[in-house]
């Protein structure tokens, strides 16, 4: 079946610029989870979804950081007023249903460059 | 504060055994997970544990040591392809659960 999607696949920025990145879960997951990753780290969480609602956005690394998810199914992860220190990849992952023992299934991510 | 560490890289030879280690300090434990990164591409899921003991699936192998804050990734038959980074990943006690990842350990497997 169909993996998690994510789009675009990279996205170039100026500094100063909003943008925004796409996720698409697999089907019947509930739980949805943002992370970023700079090269040579591990995923760094940033926000859980569980249905619609943000059940956990501690990781969001302040305010220009925003993500939503109105349907409980695609998640839109928005940046404003982009910093050259936000280029990473950002991954999406979702779970059946945000268990402890849930498996996580990964997109392939969204590389984003700030210039 | 949460700690995972792993060793920053590795080198095998293709056909050997090789044994990724990984060391947690967490507020909370609820499981343990090893991924598979290729470079430029998803993590994917290789395994998990929560219980101590050794989790057997093909060539890969898991082991956990809850009261040692210790797990290690086994890989058997080493294989060209399993060149990748891998990344150990706590699943944490509280009432939501993102993952706590290692930086993930880069192993290269030579002729």
């Known amino acids: 079946g169909a993996g998690v999607s994510q789009t675009p696949s990279n996205k170039v920025t100026e500094k100063g610029k909003y943008v925004e990145l796409r996720c698409d879960p697999i089907?019947?997951?509930?739980?949805l989870y943002w992370y970023r990753q700079s090269l040579g780290q591990g995923p760094e969480f940033l926000i859980y979804?569980?249905?619609?609602?943000?059940?956990?956005d501690s990781g969001l690394p302040n305010d220009r950081f925003f993500a939503v998810r109105p349907e409980g199914s695609v998640s839109t992860l928005k940046i404003q007023r982009t910093e050259r220190g936000d280029s990473a990849v950002y991954l999406c992952a979702s779970s059946l249903s945000g268990g402890r023992s849930d498996t996580q299934y990964f997109g392939p991510g969204t590389r984003l460059t700030v210039l | 504060g949460q700690n995972i560490d792993q060793p920053t890289e590795m080198t095998a030879t293709e056909g050997a055994i090789v044994q990724i280690n990984c060391t947690y300090q967490?507020?909370?434990?609820?499981?343990l997970f090893w991924y598979q990164q290729h470079a430029g591409e998803a993590p994917t899921f290789l395994s998990y544990?929560?219980?101590?003991g050794l989790e057997e699936k093909g060539r890969f192998s898991s082991f956990l040591s809850r009261s040692k804050g210790y797990s290690y990734l086994l890989l058997k038959e080493l294989q060209m392809k399993d060149s990748a980074s891998y990344l150990c990943?706590?699943?944490?006690?509280?009432?939501?659960?993102?993952?706590?990842f290692g930086k993930g350990t880069r192993l290269s497997v030579i002729a």
């Open positions: 544990n929560v219980l101590d």
């Open positions: 990943a706590v699943s944490t006690y509280s009432g939501n659960t993102p993952l706590v």
């Open positions: 089907s019947g997951h509930t739980a």
């Open positions: 967490t507020s909370g434990f609820n499981g």
């Open positions: 979804f569980q249905g619609t609602g943000a059940a956990d």
